[in-house]
């Protein structure tokens, strides 16, 4: 009886695992750019003495759906798509360059560009520097260009290139605050062939009507193996009770 706990609470564990993955997913079914993760596990077989009769499931390392989302359109002169495999570089706070698809970019208080709480990084690998006061346009090529408040729209001029890369998902891993990093952080170079779709942005790729689904199914799955594991610690209970009285 005590292997067949063992068996159930190992699968009760995985489907808790991949329910907090699929939670995870439906969670940012609303951040721009998010690519979803896909749980993947694999059946590994018990050796002792006896025969290989049992097997259990373990959960490896997960992978992101290639999938790209909607795009939308915003009309916001700072939003843009990234088209295809390409992805925007930001430095994060440990110094290290991720890399994401959200192409919501915001102006701080200092004047830098920002994707949620990460500096935007340019062609040369370094922050854009923001004349303050001024409006900015991006073009297709990632091509930063300036407007001074008050100068006409022929003074437009560009102060800036944002690095583009390219590559694919399965070559990133994901931080826990949703940025994609490189193996070993290695730094990515400049793709020229990345395009933008500018005044837009790719909604996430996750769909939400499936991860309910899963979140349910992975509920049930995991009331199942815990109403299991209730039955065998009660089926040992009364062969213990069986014993007692025929000893007496």
């Known amino acids: 009886m005590d292997r067949s706990i063992y068996t159930m609470m190992n699968a009760a564990i995985s489907t808790s695992e991949r329910h907090s993955i699929t939670a995870n997913n439906l969670a940012n079914s ?48 700072l939003d843009v798509a990234i088209m295809n495999d390409g992805w925007l570089s930001v430095k994060l706070k440990n110094g290290i360059e991720g890399y994401t698809k959200n192409g919501h970019i915001t102006i701080d208080e200092e004047g830098k560009l920002r994707i949620k709480n990460y500096i935007l990084l340019g062609s040369d690998g370094n922050e854009i520097e923001i004349p303050p006061g001024s409006k900015l346009t991006i073009s297709e090529d990632g091509i930063i260009s300036a407007l001074s408040a008050g100068e006409p729209s022929k003074s437009i001029v560009p102060i800036g290139k944002l690095k583009l890369v390219k590559a694919k998902t399965n ?9 994609f990093t490189t193996f070993k952080n290695k730094k990515l170079i400049e793709d020229a062939s990345v395009k933008l779709i500018p005044k837009s942005f790719e ?46």
Do not use: C, W
């Not at 790729?205 to 193996?225: L, P, S």
């Open 30 to 77: 609303s951040t721009s750019g998010f690519r979803s993760q896909i749980s993947m596990s694999k059946s590994v077989e018990i050796k002792g003495p006896t025969f290989l009769t049992r097997s259990l499931s373990t959960n490896i390392t997960t992978k992101n759906s290639d999938l790209p989302g909607a795009i939308n359109y915003s009309g916001r002169d």
């Open 171 to 179: 070559e990133f891993n994901l931080s826990n605050d949703g940025i």
């Open 203 to 248: 909604e996430s790729n996750v769909q939400a009507v499936d991860a309910m689904i899963k979140i349910i199914n992975d509920a049930r799955n995991f009331e199942i193996h815990m109403k299991v594991i209730s039955d065998i610690s009660e089926n040992s209970r009364i062969s213990n009770q069986l014993l007692s009285i025929n000893q007496v």
